[in-house]
Structures are given as structure tokens and as C-alpha cells.
């Protein structure tokens, strides 16, 4: 990856649709699918390999169609500077795929479409990490007039790149607002500062989401300056003021944060909502020097601002910063006589300085609400990962924030050579005792005063019994949960034929997490009653189908929460003149949604209900369709006085006419080229219609050419999202008619599937029962049991014992045995030997290999006033092992995105808050215990270690209620 270099996104969707296609292994999308070619395949067929063969094409990845990113792409951000803009909180490899040019370049020749979503490679940090810079940045611009004031209160939105400069960003500005750059200066709102430097980058000067910035033009040939107030001049200060408190408009465009992660108000700051985002006269300044000492607030209950997806490292700051000994430490200046700006493993202390400043400012008690802008920077700077505003973990961000103080505040400025610590037959202790004491030598500071312990690691070979003994420190412990390998599986599924019933019913099974959509097939269609052959699953999204999902599929790559429809499509149905028909339903969009959607470019309608699959003949005709449809959907309605469905009779239709339709018996034309016309094509092509299809119309009566659609809908031939016509370019068609009298379905000879869309008729749209009762469906008894049977009850202890419970190396993962010379699948043990004075416990929540993707929302039972962990360790002189937790992280959501909170023991009160980036509110220990608990921060009871520092307690009591 060059940087500079040009890369695509493609939308995930189309992008699995794709992989199936040419069964492409791509971690774990097609779990085991075979690479054999379909031409290869061609041969030495039985009649039965052709049908299983059609059948995974049509269900299992036949030609995708066009590419199509639309579902990806933020459509507030339309024609904007570097293209499309992607929608919040996408996540890469799971919302979207970033692929080479090259790739791009074959797949749009091959399948066409788009929009093109161009992105380039940067380079970031101090250590110049490349990456694809997927997200821009997305800041606003305002602008004085000539005599200094705010010009209007319009806004000007601006995609900028993290590598841009201010001159670049200026010069930009100006030419969208008119204005001329020579006689124009960049103010930044937040913080508050004149951007002088011209040539530094948005990254340098760490620009972020949704940040504000002010062109102040020159008055009467020069820019208006007060001595003394740090360049800024009067009337300057006042626009700042004023563009700080003012309300947020109705159509402003909102930040890209993540779900629940928009900052809510700060208690007693008085700010008012800008953007989505909320401002404080004291949330912009820079933490610069020593912060004032009002003792205005009470100290500690500080929050922090969410600069755009940083709600993870918020949780872990507020964690971190309501740690008693950490704090005081810091809060003490002498801190600065350890810092070690030479050490080649640390950050030349700025990661330390970043965070004692952030700490003071936080336990000053002047503020309730500040903006870690400087910290963030700092952190990213160093780990290019945490660099960009998308979402990570907080554990990740932890780990990353403690080895780097560490390094910071390392006392040892040249590290000596430390041979590894072997036991060779030694006693425990000795061994243990001699490992610290090499690991002192190297690592001296707060963070291994405060959070490092020592594990007792032990390896067995399996065949010749050589036990290998060493101690290691660690900084955390990450605890495994001991959760069940199978999960629960729901689908609702779409009979067809006699049992056909618009209403699905969804079922619910459990199956293996390691299984397949095969294995899940086989459950469904055994409670159901039909045969697995002849079930097609579909990922819902949208009140319409996303991706069918292949049988060699992995069940760890559909959520839990996943929509899936089964639909039930007779295998011996299928063949090669087959092809699939969708049928999604729209209803008009109400008065809410229309102040919402002001653009005339939106579509005056939303897709709702749950969307059909119908497999018919490419000789199909219109009226077969409409006929196939009316049968699913008649029970939908219901007429304003009975109350009843209305008898067939009603539109002049009969249920042998459904049975005929449902069957797959459809109507059929010869086979010819072409499609049947639709309203829209009709009426451009009269006067040019060719003498063949002159012929072919003259022998039909004319009672069928003016035959009418008897249902009270129409049918739109639409593109895969629903939204425009798939007859028509230039997206000014929300979709043409399917005229009810055409003899062909409007589809190509190679194309597998044909859109529609439902659009109900006005007298029935009015009613609007039948937009309500296609969201019906009926649940099957199975759901119920599954809701009854939770998970076991699992407790701190019970991930204690699975933590240090022996367990065999995997085969890629092997020890090299010193007796037997070769590598060996040895057994591993791990013991906690020493503890430290605060004891971090990860909850491995999240699971990533091979075959599962999942996030383990087991609820852990953890104690809160008494962590007893004697018998844990072994017994010993020193302090005893009893702690009080005083700080959680909570992670809320799952995979796809979430959002972290923390809460914590004020120790000035010694009281729970909840930090909810930044917002600050008391809560009681009975809210403690949830399922998203994710990091525990446990403190030792009755004794404190004294870290090698003297520090000060006058800032923040030692004293601790037990």
C-alpha cells in the first residue's frame, strides 16, 4: 500500500452475494466452499447434480447483478468534495470491503454500477502506519462580513482529508463562500485558537468530527487584534461566544457517532446543543498549564466529550482518572522528575504529560465537562489505530494507555540484559521471587507499583512429561467466560402451495455455534414440517431480502438478532428457466417523515412489511404475477365495516386460480427475446412499435387490451433496493408500472432475478391496514421455550476457575518440548502467584476465530464490596488478597457497534456516578450488576501500597469507607 494509492469501497452486501458466486474464502464467508469451477462442473452430470447444481446458483450465489454501494452511502453528504461519503458507524469487513484499484477495475467492467466510492492510502503516526482513509472528515465553516460580524447563520459543511492543510482548507472554504483567501484568517471554535500555521495538517492540529471554524475576514484592511487577550480581539471573542451557544438547526446535519453515543448535557454547564454536539464555554479550551481552583463543582465529577466515536476511550479515561492512588499521583507535579523522555520503547513522555494534565483538570473542580482533544492525539499518534474516529474496544485502548504511562514513567533509563528465569527443580517461591526481581530491573515505575501482578505459567509435554515453570507479570487478568457452544437460531418461514399462508411463522432452534446454514436448515424444516432441500434462507434488512444465505455458509457470521426469512421453494421446481422474483412492499411516507425528507430527491415513500419470494418461469406473464402476489397478500385487508377479509369474489378472482399461481403452473408466451413493456416504456414507444409485435397484437381481442388490473395495487419493476426503476437511468423513476396485460416478465435472458415493489392503491392506503398487517407474523411455540431457557448463572469465580483449568495447545499454537526436540501439543496451567494493589479483570466478551464471531452478553455475577481471592493465591506473607471494586466499563450493543460507559466511586464522596460521556449522574450499586460489564477495576481493602514516590494526599482523602 503506497501511500496515495486509490482504493474502492464496496458495499458488504453485494460484496457476499459476490464471494458465493465465485466461492471465495474470505474469513470465513464461505466456510468451506469448494473452488471447483461451474464449467468444470458441467461434466458427467446426473439429472439430480443439475438440479443441485441450478439450485445453488439461483440460492447460493448466481450472478449478483450490478454492483450496487447505494446502501452504504450517507445520503446527506450527496455531492460532495472526494465523492460519496459512507454512512456512520460502518465497519470494515463487515459493512463494507475496501479492495485494490485493479479489483475495482475488473469488477465494474464485469458487473457495472456503483457509485464509485474512491479512497486513498495515508500514511499516520509518528510511526507512519499505513491505511485506507475510509472516513473523511466532516467539519463546518462560518464566516464574518466586512465589518466583523457573523455574515448570516448559514453554515458551510466541508469533507476534508486528515492529511489536508490549513492553507489547503482555506483555500477550499473560500472558493465555496466567495471569499478571498489573502485577506482571510482560520479560526478553530474548538478549541478556541488562530491557526497561523498554515501548513500544518487537519491530523496535527487533531481536527475531528463535526469541529467548527470561523473565516475572519480583514476590516477595513487588517484584522481587528486586542493585546493581551492572546490575540484574539473583541468582537472576535464575541462571534466565538455567540457561535457557541447558538440552537442547532432543524435539518443540521448530525455527527457520526455511534448509536447512544451523542452526548447528552453536562449537569450545571448551561450549554446548549450545536450540530448534535454539545458545547461548553469550558469543553473548548485547550488543556494547556494549570487549571483554576474554584471549587465550583466537586472534583472528580468531571465528564468527557465525545469527539466522534471515542465513547470506548471516554469509559477507560474515566476509569483510569477515578483510580485514588493513580490520581494522586499525578496531582502531584513531582510526577514530572520521572519522566523519561529518552526511553526508545516509551513516547517521550507526552502520553504521561497529556494525562497529568487531563487528570488535573478533571479533579480541579472548575469543570463539568472537558474535551481529552490533546490526549486523543497523542494516543493516536503513537498507536495509528486509535487515530481515525471509527469504533474500537476500550480494553485495546486500556492496555495501550497503561504500557504507555509505564514507558513514560519508566525510572530505568538504561535496561540491562536479563536472562529469562528458568525452575530447574527450584522451589516456587525462589523462582518466583528471582523473576520479579529481573523484571524490577528493567520496569520500575507507578504502573507496575499500582497494576502489576505475577502469573505462575506452567507447560507439560505430553509424551515425555517435562514440566516447564515460569512467572510473568501481567497488567490485567482476561478471564474466559464459560458459556454454552450452541446457540439460538430463528427464522420465520413463508410456506407455499396448500399450506401457504401470507402470515410466516417463525421458528426457533438451537444448533451448533461451529455449524453451518445447512445444519440450521435441517432443525427449521424439521419443526416445520417440510423438507430441508426445499428451503431457501435470506438475510432481511430493510423490509427487504440483503443476501441469500449459502448452506456451506457459517452460522458465526449471522447475528442473533439478524432478521432471516425462510422461504419454501420446491426443489423440483428449479431449473435452468427459472428465476427468482422479489416483491417488496412501500407505503407512502407520513407527515413526520416529510419534514425529514425536504429534498425532492428523496423517494415519497419508505419500503415496510416483509418482503416475498416467488420462483416463476421466464415465460411468465404480468397477470401470473399479480395473481401470485393478490394470494399471499388478500388476507391483508380488510374491508372499513366487516372487518373480514374480502372474498375472492370481491376482485373477480378464484383460489384455483391461486393454487395455479402458487404451484409455479404459470402462464407463458413462446420464447423470445424481450420483456413485457411497462407503463413508462409504453408510452415512449408509441407510433415505433415494430410490425412483428404489430402481428402478435392484432390477434388478440380487444377486451384484452384494455383489460385491467382487478387487485388494488400495482406492481413497480424496481432495482434490489426498492428505491428506483430498474428500466430507467438517471434515478429520476421511482419505478415504472408492470403493465397487468403483458405478456412477458420484464426480465433479461442472463438476468436470475426481477424487483418489484407493492404500491397499495389510495383508498387503501388510507386505511392503512394492509401497510400495518404486513408486518405480521405468527410465532411458533418453540420461540417461547427457547426465551424460557436463559443461560446458567455465571459467576467471577466460575471465569477464575476456567482462567487457570489446564488445557492442551492447539495444533497451531504448539511448545517446543527442550527433551523431545520437536514441537508438542503440551498442557498449559495458568496461577495467580502475587496480586496487585489494583486488580484490572477483563471479561473476554467478544470472540474472534475461525468459526465464531460473537459478542458472549452473559451476565457475570461479580461482588462489589468484597472480592475474596485467599484461596486463590497461594498463602503467603504480605497483604491480604480482599478488594472492593470501584470502577466498571460497560459495553452496551454488539459486533456491528455499541457504545461504552463507565461507572465509578467518586472519591471525594465515595459515591457511584454513571459517566455517559458527558453526562455525569449518580447511581446506586444495584445498577452495577449487568451484562454489559466488561472491565472490572478492584482495589485492595485496609492497605495500600505506597508507590516509590512520595505523594501528597492533600488533594484527595486515602481514607476509603469499607
Known amino acids: 500500500m503506497a501511500p496515495g494509492a486509490a482504493w474502492f469501497v464496496v458495499s458488504a452486501a453485494w460484496f457476499h452475494a459476490w464471494a458465493a458466486y465465485v466461492h471465495l474464502k474470505q474469513g470465513g464467508l464461505v466456510q468451506g466452499a469448494s473452488a471447483t469451477s461451474p464449467r468444470a462442473k458441467k461434466e458427467n452430470r446426473t439429472g439430480t447434480d443439475v438440479k443441485k447444481e441450478v439450485r445453488k446458483r439461483m440460492f447460493s450465489g448466481e450472478r449478483p447483478g450490478i454492483i450496487d454501494n447505494n446502501d452504504i452511502i450517507d445520503d446527506r453528504l450527496v455531492l460532495m468534495r472526494y465523492g460519496p461519503q459512507l454512512r456512520p458507524n460502518l465497519q470494515c469487513n463487515v459493512d463494507y470491503y475496501v479492495i485494490p484499484e485493479k479489483a475495482w477495475l475488473y469488477l465494474r467492467a464485469w458487473y457495472g454500477g456503483g457509485p464509485e466510492i474512491k479512497r486513498t492510502v495515508i500514511e499516520e503516526g509518528i510511526m507512519k502506519q499505513r491505511r485506507v482513509e475510509v472516513y473523511k472528515l466532516v467539519v463546518k465553516a462560518k464566516n464574518t462580513n466586512l465589518q466583523g460580524a457573523i455574515s448570516d447563520l448559514s453554515e458551510t459543511t466541508v469533507i476534508v482529508s486528515k492529511k489536508d492543510t490549513v492553507g489547503k482548507f482555506k483555500q477550499h472554504v473560500c472558493s465555496l463562500m466567495g471569499l478571498p483567501p489573502d485577506h482571510v484568517r482560520v479560526w478553530s471554535l474548538s478549541p478556541r485558537k488562530l491557526l497561523k500555521n498554515e501548513s500544518k495538517t487537519m491530523e496535527r492540529i487533531c481536527v475531528m468530527d463535526c469541529q467548527q471554524f470561523l473565516m475572519e475576514r480583514q476590516v477595513q484592511g487588517k484584522f481587528r487584534r486586542e493585546e493581551g487577550v492572546g490575540g484574539a480581539s473583541g468582537v472576535m471573542k464575541s462571534v466565538v461566544k455567540t457561535l457557541l451557544f447558538l440552537p442547532s438547526a ?98 517521550k513522555g507526552q502520553v504521561a504529560e497529556r494525562f497529568a494534565t487531563l487528570v488535573r483538570f478533571m479533579w480541579s473542580g472548575s469543570f463539568t465537562v472537558l474535551a481529552p482533544v490533546d490526549l486523543k492525539w497523542v494516543i493516536g499518534k503513537y498507536a495509528p489505530q486509535f487515530s481515525n474516529y471509527g469504533q474500537h474496544d476500550a480494553q485495546e485502548l486500556l492496555s495501550f494507555l497503561l504500557d504507555g504511562l509505564h514507558e513514560d514513567l519508566n525510572q530505568i533509563t538504561k535496561k540491562p540484559y536479563v536472562e529469562a528465569v528458568e525452575a530447574r527443580g527450584r522451589p516456587d517461591g525462589v523462582v518466583a521471587e528471582e523473576a520479579w526481581k529481573a523484571h524490577l530491573l528493567r520496569n520500575m515505575s507507578v504502573i507496575v507499583d499500582l497494576f502489576q501482578g505475577q502469573l505462575k505459567s506452567t507447560l507439560v509435554c505430553p509424551d515425555c512429561k517435562t514440566k516447564s515453570v515460569t512467572f510473568d507479570p501481567f497488567m490485567y487478568l482476561s478471564l474466559p467466560l464459560p458459556v454454552s457452544r450452541e446457540r439460538f437460531f430463528s427464522a420465520a418461514i413463508l410456506r407455499c402451495g396448500k399450506n401457504a399462508k401470507y402470515f410466516p411463522i417463525k421458528y426457533c432452534v438451537k444448533v451448533s455455534k461451529q455449524g453451518t446454514i445447512w445444519h440450521a436448515k435441517e432443525a427449521l424444516a424439521k419443526l416445520a414440517g417440510l423438507q430441508a432441500e426445499d428451503l431457501t434462507l435470506a438475510s432481511v434488512g430493510g423490509s427487504r431480502i440483503v443476501n441469500y444465505l449459502p448452506d456451506k455458509y457459517a452460522l458465526s457470521m449471522v447475528g442473533e438478532n439478524e432478521a432471516v426469512l425462510g422461504y419454501e421453494i420446491p426443489s423440483d421446481d428449479i431449473n435452468e428457466n427459472s428465476i427468482k422474483v422479489q416483491v417488496m412492499f412501500r407505503a407512502p411516507v407520513t407527515a413526520a417523515c416529510t419534514e425529514q425528507q425536504k429534498r425532492p430527491a428523496k423517494p415519497p415513500f419508505v419500503l415496510t412489511g416483509i418482503p416475498l419470494l416467488f420462483l416463476a418461469k421466464r415465460g411468465a406473464t404480468a397477470k401470473w404475477l399479480y395473481r401470485a402476489v393478490w394470494f399471499r397478500i388478500r388476507k391483508c385487508l380488510f374491508t372499513l365495516k366487516s372487518g373480514r377479509p374480502p372474498s375472492p369474489e370481491h376482485f373477480a378472482y378464484s383460489d384455483d386460480d391461486c393454487d395455479c399461481a402458487e404451484s409455479g403452473r404459470s402462464e407463458s408466451v413462446a420464447e423470445e427475446e424481450g420483456g413485457a413493456a411497462t407503463s413508462h416504456e409504453t408510452s415512449g414507444r408509441e407510433g415505433e412499435a415494430s410490425s412483428e409485435n404489430s402481428k402478435e397484437r392484432s390477434g388478440d381481442s380487444k377486451e384484452e387490451l384494455l383489460e385491467e388490473c382487478p387487485y388494488p395495487f400495482c406492481l413497480a419493476v424496481v432495482n434490489s433496493g426498492g428505491t428506483y426503476c430498474a428500466c430507467c437511468s438517471g434515478g429520476a423513476c421511482w419505478g415504472c408500472r408492470l403493465d397487468y396485460a403483458a405478456r412477458r416478465l420484464p426480465v433479461g435472458a442472463k438476468a436470475p432475478t426481477l424487483f418489484v415493489a407493492v404500491e397499495w392503491d389510495a383508498s387503501v392506503s388510507t386505511t392503512s391496514k394492509a401497510v400495518e398487517n404486513c408486518k405480521m407474523l405468527q410465532t411458533d411455540e418453540s420461540c417461547q421455550q427457547s426465551a424460557g431457557q436463559k443461560e446458567a448463572r455465571v459467576t467471577l469465580n466460575d471465569c477464575l476457575k476456567l482462567f487457570t483449568t489446564n488445557e492442551q495447545l492447539g495444533p497451531k499454537d504448539p511448545w517446543f518440548c527442550p527433551m523431545c526436540k520437536t514441537h508438542k501439543q503440551a498442557y498449559k496451567k495458568f496461577d495467580l502467584w502475587k496480586l496487585p494493589e489494583v486488580l484490572v479483570i477483563h471479561l473476554k466478551r467478544f470472540c474472534f476465530n475461525h468459526a465464531i464471531h460473537e459478542k458472549i452478553g452473559v451476565d457475570v455475577q461479580f461482588p462489589v464490596r468484597k472480592l475474596d481471592l485467599t484461596g486463590v493465591v497461594p498463602p503467603r506473607d504480605g497483604p491480604p488478597s480482599v478488594y472492593k471494586l470501584y470502577a466498571v466499563s460497560n459495553h452496551s450493543g454488539g459486533l456491528g457497534g455499541g457504545h461504552y460507559t463507565a461507572k465509578c466511586v467518586n472519591a471525594k464522596e465515595h459515591r457511584w456516578y454513571d459517566y455517559n460521556d458527558s453526562s455525569v449522574s449518580p447511581v446506586s450499586t444495584d445498577s452495577l450488576q449487568s451484562p454489559a460489564a466488561y472491565l472490572l477495576f478492584y482495589r485492595r481493602k485496609h492497605h495500600h501500597t505506597r508507590v516509590r514516590r512520595k505523594i501528597s494526599c492533600c488533594q484527595i482523602g486515602n481514607s476509603e469507607r469499607t
Do not use: I, W
Open 250 to 347: 432543524p435539518d443540521e446535519l448530525p455527527p457520526r457517532f455511534g448509536a447512544g453515543s451523542v452526548p447528552f448535557g453536562s449537569s450545571g454547564s448551561g450549554g446548549l446543543s450545536f450540530g448534535g454536539v454539545s458545547h461548553f464555554t469550558h469543553a473548548d479550551l485547550e488543556l494547556k498549564g494549570e487549571p483554576p481552583h474554584t471549587g465550583k463543582y466537586t472534583p472528580g465529577l468531571c465528564g468527557l466529550r465525545n469527539l466522534g466515536n471515542t465513547c470506548f476511550m471516554n469509559s477507560a479515561l474515566q476509569c483510569l482518572c477515578n483510580t485514588p492512588p493513580l490520581v494522586e499521583y499525578f496531582l502531584d507535579n513531582g510526577y514530572r522528575s520521572d519522566l523519561n523522555t529518552r526511553n526508545p520503547l516509551g513516547m
